[in-house]
Every structure is written in C-alpha cells, then in structure tokens.
C-alpha cells in the first residue's frame, strides 16, 4: 500500500462523515488517460476533498511555500502535490503538469488560483486553458459546494467532460480555453446550489 493510498482511507474516514460528503458525477472521470480536473476553490480543504471523491490518484500544484514546512511538506509531496511559484511564469510546473496528463494520470487544478474570500467563483486563471490545450487529455469541471461545517451536507459535482477539440483545432488562446472551463464550472454550481 502508497502512502497516498494510506493517507487517502485515514482522510477518507474522517472526512465523509464529518461533512457528510455527497458525491454525484464522479463515473464522469475516465477510468483512463490524462485528465485535468477544474473546480472552484472555497476553502483549504478542496484538495483533500477533491483527492477522496475522484476515483482516482490525483496530483495537484500546492504553493512552494508548504513544501518548506518541515514535515507537513514531505507529507504533501507524498500525497502527490508538487510546488509552483505562485504570481509568475513557473516553467518547471508547467512542465510537471504537462507530463502528469501526457503519462495518463489526473492533474487537479483550481483554475482562480486563490481561494474565493466570499464562496463566490472568480476569474480563471489562463493555467488551466494552458493544460487543456496543450495535451489532449479529458477536461472535467467539478464544483464544491460547502459550507465546510460538521454535520452539514457538502457535495461534490463532476460534471460531464468539456468538449476541447474544436478549441485545440481553431489554435485558441489559453483565456479563451479558461473561461469555457469556468463557465462549465458556474454551471455545475447554479444547477447543483
């Protein structure tokens, strides 16, 4: 048994029924090949909230700043986290995320890169257009929808894959790629609220 396995049931149990997770959509992930995970991000818990409702592994970017906290960062590396410098161009992360769709596995993103102060969804950031267009991996929106209080219902929305290839075709622009993601997302929240 992976740490990741490990830590995911330890966190799997105790968060369930503490938030009373409701998960609907989640056979909206492939069982296979590269896929790019998006959702709206209202609180520090959505990583691990995301990480024990997919089917899957999945990795995220945490900012470099959590990896230098001693022991928390070595546990989050073996959680598959990797680090980004956040408020510019990090080329390493770019390209860490691009090779984690291309070798099949699920990158999670939360496309605002900041939690929302007021639960509601903000402007995505061009990152996840990014990785969208440049692999050809399933795109799936999800949304959260706290409030994150024990014993209250949070649920967890996959929604259907977002149709990329005519984006990829047409050679559009990462914020063009972004903002059909984030309006996939809006929607998800409007129907599920």
Sequence with gaps: MTFYTFA??????????W?????????????????LLCSNHIHNFDPIIVGITGKRPVYFMAKEEIFQVPVLGN???????FPVKRGMSDREALRKGINILKDGHVLGLFPEGTRSKTGELGKGLAGAGFF?????????????LGPYKNLQKLKVVYGKPIQMDELRTSKASAEVATELIMAEIHKLIKEDR
């Design 8 to 17: 995911r049931s330890v966190v799997n149990a105790i968060f369930k029924p």
């Design 75 to 81: 546990i989050v590396r073996k959680c598959n986290a």
């Design 19 to 35: 938030y009373r997770v409701e998960t609907i959509g989640a056979e909206n992930i492939p069982k296979e090949g590269g896929v």
């Design 132 to 144: 969208a267009l440049k692999t050809n991996c399933t795109v799936v929106p999800c949304a959260i």
